[in-house]
Nanobody
Framework: QVRPVESGGGLVQAGGSLRLSCASS????????VGWFRQAPGNEREFIAG????????YYGDVVKGRFTISRDNAKNTVYLQMNSLKPEDTAVYYC???????????????WGQGTQVTVSS
């Protein structure tokens, strides 16, 4: 089965950028729709961005539209989340998740990574 693994989190100043990566330690991600989610302390986990398995369609949560970009390179078995113009309220644990079912990958995907911390200082 696919086992997402996130990397690229860290500490950045407001206005800065980070790029998160999601690979799979198990089955390749190339046949799966992939989403990025985040959860801040005291908040529910929220959908941030998603991309279909072909890479042909992308989706974004309203809070990140125009600032974050999701992409994938199936040859490298990796999905990316480019985050620009970061704000302190973007501070959260960011999760990569995958599902072969298009109907659920943005709401209740089956396979989750362990998460990577992103902290944006003011």
């Amino acid at each position: 089965q696919v086992r997402p693994v996130e990397s690229g989190g860290g500490l950045v100043q407001a206005g800065g950028s980070l790029r998160l990566s999601c690979a799979s330690s198990g089955r390749t991600l190339s046949g799966y729709n992939v989403g990025w989610f985040r959860q801040a302390p005291g908040n529910e986990r929220e959908f941030i961005a998603g991309i279909t398995w072909t890479g042909g369609t992308t989706y974004y949560g309203d809070v990140v539209k125009g600032r974050f970009t999701i992409s994938r390179d199936n040859a490298k078995n990796t999905v990316y989340l480019q985050m620009n113009s970061l704000k302190p309220e973007d501070t959260a644990v960011y999760y990569c998740a995958a599902d072969g079912n298009f109907a659920v990958f943005r709401t209740r995907p089956s396979y989750w990574g362990q998460g990577t911390q992103v902290t944006v200082s003011s």
